[in-house]
C-alpha cells in the first residue's frame, strides 16, 4: 500500500525487533513458505503497543503461523493471563514452540491445532484482545463467533482487510469479496465501533461498546 523507500522510512523510526522476534523472522523466511504471511516488525510493534495499553488477561489469536504475532501480542499479558492461539497446519506447530520458550512466554500459550470455526466455541470467555488473521473467507463467521465473547472495551483486530487494495474494485474475486463482505458487516454492527486503518495490507480495530 506504500512504497517500498517510505516503508524502510518507517521501520527506520520504529522500535527495533527483540532479537527473538528477529531470529523468528529470519527463520520463517528461510524454512518456510510464504513468509509474508508473517506479520513483520513495524505490524509486530504496534500489536505489542495494543497489547501493553489493554493489559489483556486473555488473548485469542485466529492464525498462528510460526508465531511472530503471538510473541508480539503476549507482551501486554497480565500475569497469569492466557493467548490461545489456532491454526490448522500441524506441521507449523512445533515450529512456533522454541521461539515462545525463547521468548518466555511458553507457559502463556495455549497452541490449539484445527478449524478455528470449532475450536472458538470451546474457548472461554471473557476476551479482552482477538487478533483475526486466518482464513480470509471465513472472517465474518469468526467475528460472529468471537463478538459476544468479547468484554465491554476489548478489541478485535483483523488483518488484510484492504486485501492489496483489491476491495474497491468492482470485480472482485471470492477471497476479495469476503472481506469487502466483512468490512461492511462490521461498519453496519451497533455493537462496536471501528477504525480501518491502511498500515500494511489493512488492519481493522473493532472495539465492542
Request: aromatic residues 8%; charged residues 20%; negative net charge.
Amino acid at each position: 500500500m506504500i512504497t517500498p523507500i517510505i516503508e524502510q522510512y518507517i521501520e527506520a523510526h520504529t522500535s527495533f525487533e527483540s532479537q527473538v522476534l528477529a531470529d523468528l523472522n529470519r527463520a520463517t523466511h528461510l524454512k518456510v513458505m510464504q513468509p509474508n504471511m508473517l506479520s513483520g516488525h513495524y505490524q509486530g510493534i504496534l500489536l505489542q503497543l495494543i497489547s501493553s495499553a489493554l493489559r489483556p488477561k486473555t488473548i485469542l489469536e485466529i492464525g498462528t503461523y510460526t508465531g511472530y504475532s503471538a510473541i508480539c501480542l503476549a507482551a501486554g499479558l497480565q500475569p497469569g493471563g492466557t493467548l490461545h492461539t489456532i491454526d490448522v497446519n500441524e506441521e507449523l506447530l512445533p515450529f512456533a514452540k522454541p521461539y515462545f520458550e525463547a521468548a518466555g512466554i511458553q507457559h502463556q500459550i495455549q497452541q490449539h491445532l484445527g478449524d478455528a470455526k470449532t475450536i472458538i466455541p470451546t474457548i472461554e470467555g471473557p476476551l479482552d484482545l482477538v487478533f483475526i488473521d486466518a482464513d480470509k473467507a471465513a472472517y465474518s463467521h469468526y467475528f460472529d463467533l468471537v463478538v459476544d465473547k468479547l468484554r465491554p472495551g476489548g478489541v478485535i483486530l483483523a488483518d488484510n482487510v484492504l486485501w492489496k487494495g483489491k476491495v474497491v474494485n468492482d470485480h472482485k474475486d471470492n477471497k476479495t469479496k469476503a472481506l469487502d463482505d466483512f468490512n461492511k458487516k462490521v461498519q453496519a454492527d451497533e455493537r462496536v465501533k471501528n477504525l480501518l486503518l491502511p498500515i500494511r495490507d489493512g488492519l481493522m480495530w473493532i472495539e465492542r461498546l
